[in-house]
Nanobody, 117 residues
Framework: QVQLVESGGGLVQAGGSLRLSCAAS????????MGWYRQAPGKQRELVAV???????NYADSVKGRFTIFRDKPKNTVYLQMNSLKPEDTAVYYC???????????WGKGTLVTVSS
């Protein structure tokens, strides 16, 4: 089993920055993909950014140039640096880990990000 614990959400004004962290623990296969999804009220959960264990990243078009995902592999931790935040970034942000050996996907409980205008 894998446990994911997110931190770093909160309230910020438009144009501000936040950094989310997600620490993974448990039986983690070395080859995996970690990342962030978000779900705004009344909307479906959507991809924000992911990073593979080899370093390859993928971003949603809506956050390119504003958000940066990076990971600390020895600590099994992934970060999401969010700059130039907009009210439409308001959502619950979920950390995810996809184990490339077992095919299992794991999710954190989510952390709320609120961007005021």
């Amino acid at each position: 089993q894998v446990q994911l614990v997110e931190s770093g959400g909160g309230l910020v004004q438009a144009g501000g920055s936040l950094r989310l962290s997600c620490a993974a623990s448990g039986s983690i296969f070395v080859i995996n993909v970690m990342g962030w999804y978000r779900q705004a009220p009344g909307k479906q959960r959507e991809l924000v950014a992911v990073v593979a264990s080899g370093g390859l990243t993928n971003y949603a078009d809506s956050v390119k140039g504003r958000f940066t995902i990076f990971r600390d592999k020895p600590k099994n931790t992934v970060y999401l640096q969010m700059n130039s935040l907009k009210p439409e970034d308001t959502a619950v942000y979920y950390c995810t880990l996809s184990d490339q050996y077992s095919g299992m996907d794991y999710w954190g409980k989510g952390t709320l990000v609120t961007v005021s205008s």
